[in-house]
């Protein structure tokens, strides 16, 4: 049974006061939550956040963000404009599911190649 997924969990610029936060903004039911992911956060030196969440990156790092759930109404609008912000067809980031650590079934954008990457030890873009 496919479960339908109607949450995204952010990590960098689409936080709330982060310059993209506006493309995700009006599709969001409510203020949502403070939540963490397994993976690993990286500076990618061009003012964003690069998350890896498998292999790639060394096990047992968090990455701190917040999840929201998104309107059901408009949730296929609201991929489309994420997917072309964060370049999903050009292969810099990939939608992925996860499970966060309270539970819910999420959307995340994944690193996907092509920038060197720093790591962000606190696993928190907002207090690199």
């Given amino acids: ?9 952010v990590y960098g610029t689409l936080r709330p006061g982060e310059v ?8 969001v039911v409510d203020e949502g939550w403070d939540d963490t992911i397994v993976g ?21 790092g968090t990455i701190v963000g917040r999840t929201y759930a998104l309107l059901d109404a408009t949730l296929e609008q609201c991929l489309r404009v994420l997917d072309v912000e964060e370049d999903t067809v050009g292969g810099r980031y990939r939608r992925t599911v996860v499970t966060t650590a309270r539970g819910t ?14 790591p962000i030890v606190s696993g928190d873009w907002l207090t690199r």
Avoid: I, K
């Fill in 1 to 9: 049974m496919n479960e339908r997924v109607n949450h995204v969990f």
């Fill in 20 to 27: 993209r936060w506006p493309f995700l903004e009006r599709f």
């Fill in 40 to 60: 690993r956060l990286f500076d990618t030196g061009l003012d964003y956040p690069a998350a890896l969440l498998d292999d790639r990156a060394e096990p047992g």
């Fill in 105 to 118: 079934t999420a959307y995340v954008y994944e690193y996907g190649e092509g920038l060197d990457l720093v």
